[in-house]
């Protein structure tokens, strides 16, 4: 058996747990009216995922919970189970049974679980449409709408018929692909719309990937003339730099030796020779004393020595005086001017003379005074008179004689320590000129040294700017020597990598940046561009798989309807004894209708009657079609069970054997349960269930097997 069980928890009337077993091909159901056994074939219909209320005979999902009795407290949800045998893999499952659940709660949600684990609606149908139960409830027909498949309008019938030839399957395949199918070419459409979109930035990559690869090549050049330039300029900056400390170690040398020399000459200052002016002031203010003293003892001895002469030669008085006046005014006059003058000793020798000549004439002068004045006195004390003032006078001119010279002694000096003071200064000034030529040529070299130090930091400068812009690459040269030429060659090397440099630099740094983000773009474009291919190959293959679902379909359908029509009339001859009845395509009403998409009508022929369409058939025609149209469906491809709810009400007791009989012949197939009336429809069947409905409102259950009240019976 397919079908094992049915679970009813709080569903309608079935307020308490009431549980159905089919172990048997045929369950009949039976019950007094409105003792709840139509809500059997409901809960079949809502646990399989009925989505019509109104089809569950209620307006809002909380109709389908029990609302209570007086002794009984209402639900709070409404569940059902249907329990399938899967050991023959009915459903693609791995499951050796299948238990399908669902619930409403009183707030209308609702709940769906396959084998206890929770699922979409969605899950449920596609389980279900691999096992050949549909959402059209072909196979539970309901009190009332025994004739809804042919009520309904062709499209719909069509889908039943669909259904019930197990094309639903192939349906949803088709639905799914044609979904995948949108999905595909929506995302096909994004994806073209992202290459669209990152198109430009690979553009624009592209073309700074261009000038990286340009800066690389320019760097690369670069990269050589730096080697270059920094090999022969650190040679070049060493070589100076030698040349000119050499060149400074002399002159600063040299320096030191003049400043040692230049203290320790003495200090240059004007030169102090006050005092030997002070000790000349101080003797010549001696030598005019003492010359007033010679002067006077001078012209007294003139005056003893003119009386004595005067006397022993017997000259006149005023003939000696006359004389001797003259002589001594000259002596006098010479005496003073050679005092005035400074002489030293060639002036002393005329005054000298002067007085040897004085001398001659002084004393017959005297001598003369005396025989004049006094020529009644000895001249005795004249005589000694004479020798005393003599020897005063001597030694006044001696001393005369000694000043003058501590004079002439002290002028020498004094003009030793000029000049000896004016040595000095002309030495300093001569080291003070080499000192000044000198210290211009250091400062020169200094200067030098300066210009070096700054060219020295512009190339250690240059070293870093090439490290950053270029990497170790460019600083690694070999040394090398000078070469033999001119700067400005060296200098227009340098202008030449400032140039490349700014060019370097215009193309763009961060070109590592730009290379990986180039090369991810890139690679997402390429991704995006497979991702296009792989997608339109689905979309294609998708095509390929709608077009054969559409061909299995129609191919599939027309077979199913051509073996439908045959089961059809032959079950409709059996019922109405005569007649024929088939299946045949609507009229499309649509141009692009498809072939798929065309309706199915049905065409009758009752014996002995005129009839050729449906709106002509009474109540009992109708009933009998129907059930035939049924039976035949189900015929072609049987349905796992298959649940007819007082189908044959209308029948009378001919047809209700020939129901009875057809009944039969399809529980072969597929597992029935009836709910029914008609005591020949209960004689089929295995296994009978009566519901009733006591006095709290609660549906309740009892079953009992025909073999076994056949034994009681007996």
């Known amino acids: 058996m397919q079908l094992k069980a049915l679970e009813l928890t709080g569903f309608k009337s079935f307020g308490k747990k009431t549980t159905l077993s089919f172990t048997k091909p045929i369950t009949s159901i039976v019950g007094p009216n409105g003792s709840g056994k139509s809500n059997v074939a409901e809960a079949f219909r809502f646990a399989l995922g009925e989505q019509s209320i109104k089809s569950l005979r209620g307006k809002r999902g909380e109709d389908l919970i029990f609302s209570g009795s007086a002794q009984t407290p209402r639900s709070n949800k409404a569940s059902v189970k249907v329990t399938f045998d899967n050991s023959n893999k009915l459903f693609n499952v791995d499951f050796p049974e299948v238990t399908i659940e669902r619930t409403v709660f009183r707030d209308g949600v609702n709940e769906y679980s396959i084998n206890g684990s929770k699922v979409r609606l969605k899950d449920v149908h596609e389980l279900l449409a691999h096992a050949n139960i549909g959402q059209t409830g072909h196979h539970i027909i309901s009190q009332g709408e025994a004739d809804r498949i042919l009520s309904s309008n062709a499209k719909e019938r069509r889908s039943m018929i669909e259904e019930a030839l197990g094309l639903r399957v192939y349906k949803y395949k088709k639905e799914e692909a044609q979904k995948k199918l949108a999905k595909t070419e929506e995302n096909i459409g994004n994806v073209e719309s992202l290459r669209k979109e990152i198109a430009p930035h690979l553009r624009f990559l592209k073309k700074q990937v261009d000038k990286v690869e340009r800066a690389k090549e320019l760097k690369d050049e670069l990269v050589g003339e730096y080697q270059e330039y920094f090999a022969l300029e650190e040679a070049w900056l060493k070589e100076e730099e030698g040349k000119n400390k050499d060149a400074l170690n002399e002159p600063e040398k040299r320096l030191e030796e003049i400043e040692k020399e230049i203290q320790d ?191 020295r930091e512009e190339f250690e400068r240059e070293h870093r700017e090439a490290l950053a812009l270029i990497g170790e690459e460019a600083v690694r040269y070999e040394k090398t020597k000078v070469r033999d030429e001119a700067r400005s060659v060296q200098e227009e090397r340098k202008r030449n990598i400032q140039r490349m440099k700014i060019r370097v630099e215009e193309l763009g740094g961060g070109g590592e940046e730009v290379m990986k983000e180039f090369s991810e773009v890139q690679q997402r474009e390429e991704f995006l561009g497979n991702e296009v291919e792989d997608l339109q190959t689905s979309a294609e293959a998708l095509k390929e798989l709608i077009v054969e679902l559409e061909k299995e379909l129609t191919s599939t359908f027309n077979e199913g309807l051509v073996a439908i029509n045959t089961a059809f009339n032959e079950f409709f001859v059996t019922m109405f004894g005569g007649g024929s009845a088939r299946l045949v395509a609507a009229d499309a009403k649509d141009e692009e209708e498809g072939v798929e998409d065309i309706g199915i009508d049905v065409s009758v022929s009752v ?92 549906s309740k259950l009892l079953s009992i097997q025909f073999e076994e009240a056949v034994q009681v019976a007996k």
């Open 265 to 455: 000459l003495p200090e240059d200052s004007p030169v102090d020779t006050s005092d030997f002016d002070t000790k000349v002031q101080e003797n010549e203010f001696k030598l005019r004393d003492l010359e007033d003293e010679s002067q006077n003892a001078f012209q007294k001895l003139s005056r003893i020595e003119g009386a004595l002469e005067l006397t022993k030669k017997n000259q006149s008085t005023e003939e000696k005086v006359s004389i001797h006046a003259d002589t001594f005014s000259e002596f006098r006059n010479n005496v003073l001017k050679a005092g005035e003058e400074g002489e030293r000793a060639d002036s002393f020798g005329d005054m000298r003379k002067a007085f040897d000549g004085l001398l001659n004439v002084v004393r017959p002068f005297v001598d003369a005074y005396k025989t004049a004045e006094v020529e009644t006195e000895d001249t005795t004390e004249l005589e000694e008179e004479h020798a005393q003032l003599k020897e005063e006078y001597e030694k006044a001119r001696s001393s005369v004689q000694e000043i003058r010279t501590s004079i002439s002694e002290l002028r020498t000096k004094r003009e030793e320590v000029r000049n000896k003071t004016q040595e000095g200064q002309i030495k300093r000034l001569a080291l003070t000129a080499e000192q000044a030529k000198l210290i211009a040529l250091t400062t020169s070299h200094k200067e030098r040294a300066e210009r070096l130090r700054v060219e």
């Open 607 to 698: 014996p002995g009657k005129r009839v050729k369409g449906l709106m002509a058939l009474s109540g009992g025609e109708r009933a009998l079609t129907s059930i035939a149209l049924i039976f035949a469906m189900s015929q072609v491809n049987p349905p796992p069970f298959l649940i007819l709810d007082e189908t044959d009400a209308a029948l009378d007791e001919a047809n209700s054997k020939r129901y009875a009989d057809m009944i039969e012949n399809l529980a072969k197939r597929s597992q029935l349960i009836l709910i029914t009336h008609n005591r020949e429809t209960m004689s089929r069947a295995g296994v009978l269930y009566g519901v009733t409905m006591m006095g709290d409102g609660i």
